[in-house]
């Protein structure tokens, strides 16, 4: 199973093993940005049919072109088209305008599992800070927005430059889900566990994930003062 | 070296060595409870002499009496004097009553490194939350109170059940390490290393410590849903 390679098992017990097929065809809003691109790609990989989102629908196909000529089930269609194809949505949209492009599709999106990976940071000199959300993160304006949606947050704290490094079999990094409903966050945790090296654990309700998203600008100085491509794991687990 | 396990220096390149001698006396306020006494009793075992602080002299000399008995060099006072005699002053007192604490000992803790650990969060049925603090943090809110120390922000996710588990010869987790001088940064990052199978990891300035506290709120959810005593690594450094 892609969620279990070898040197990981060692070192962390695997949860019962996820299927491409129990996620249905997953689309990504914001698909042409490096991190949906990088989620496309990865879920892609791991046999999940994707459908790269983008206001305009041809630049959508032209993200989704090299990978399908690779040989993996991604297409590209325009936002509303990619969520209407899709049970599990993930949204990748930079923060600002992100709660008015999820009004204009809540109907698309009504029944349907919504994953709001967006960080409402501000940038100065100084580095990332995050920004006040009225609603208290992104996640929670999600819902908001989409009464008819479950509304889920995980995958803030994934490196891009990792999920687009081709040359990296592993994304060796554990992804906090967060939501009310129970069915949808293990759901989510399981499609994190695809991806191999990565594990999904849940980490809280919606009201916990501001700080989850703010966690991005910590990781934001950590990668300037090493020099990395930081992300978290989670201890004793 | 404490800070270098075998086991952990084959995962992690390990920072320059730190050394008991460079820290001074520590202490801790607050340190009767599981938090501050977890703390104290990790950095004795590392060499490293202690002061454990608390309102009341009887209490703190009572909570170091078992780990002076034990041979580590740990002694109690009340808090102002604790705190009068430290280089170096952990805060580990409930976030309620913080910021008058810190105030009243403002003359006491002038010119010393304060370092705080407090999590301003709330608790209801649903677990716990990060309540509003008007500063930004509890750490923010010891800068403001504290304009002749050098306040540091660390130590917010480190488990005291791991802290006070005297068969657990590690506590496997990285400690977060905010504020805006870096010779305190440093020096509190080494003061981590110092327990074996902890990493102190710098993580950005005082106005992204909001997000670490609060991040204590995940930990507990994680915690109650795989029965563990959860902590954070930091991956690629």
Same mark, same amino acid.
């Given at each position: 199973?892609? %969620?279990? %390679?070898?040197a990981l098992s060692n070192l962390y017990p695997t949860p019962a093993d996820a299927t491409p097929e129990e996620f249905g065809?997953?689309?990504? $809003?914001?698909?042409?940005? &490096? #991190?949906? /691109?990088?989620?496309?790609? /990865?879920?892609?990989a791991a046999g999940v &049919?994707?459908?790269?989102?983008?206001?305009?629908?041809?630049?959508? #196909?032209?993200?989704a072109q090299p990978m399908a000529d690779?040989? $993996? &089930? *991604? %297409?590209?269609?325009?936002?509303?088209?990619?969520?209407? =194809? =899709? /049970?599990? *949505? !993930?949204v990748a949209v930079p923060y600002d305008g992100h709660g008015d492009l999820l009004k204009s599709l809540s109907a698309e999106l009504a029944g349907k599992i919504v994953v709001d990976c967006v960080n409402p940071l501000g940038f100065d000199k100084q580095g990332a800070y995050q920004l006040a959300v009225e609603a208290g993160s992104a996640a929670q304006e999600a819902a908001a927005a989409l009464p008819d949606s479950t509304v889920v947050a995980a995958f803030q704290n994934v490196s891009a430059v990792l999920l687009e490094d081709e040359t /990296?079999?592993?994304?060796d990094t554990d992804v906090l889900v967060?939501?009310?409903?129970?069915?949808?966050?293990?759901? !989510?945790?399981r499609l994190a566990d695809l991806i191999p090296g990565m594990r999904g654990i849940f980490a809280g309700r919606l009201r916990n994930a501001g700080q989850v998203e703010a966690l991005t600008a910590n $990781? !934001? %100085?950590?990668?300037r003062r090493y020099k990395a491509h930081a992300g978290i794991r989670v201890t004793d687990i």
């Open positions: 199973m892609a %969620s279990s %390679s070898d065809t997953v689309a990504v $809003l914001g698909g042409t940005g &490096p #991190q949906g /691109r990088g989620l496309g790609r /990865r879920f892609a &049919p994707v459908i790269l989102g983008s206001r305009d629908a041809g630049r959508a #196909q032209q993200a690779a040989g $993996l &089930p *991604v %297409s590209g269609a325009d936002n509303a088209a990619a969520a209407a =194809a =899709a /049970r599990i *949505v !993930i /990296r079999e592993t994304v967060l939501g009310e409903d129970r069915e949808a966050t293990d759901l !989510i945790g $990781l !934001i %100085s950590i990668n």
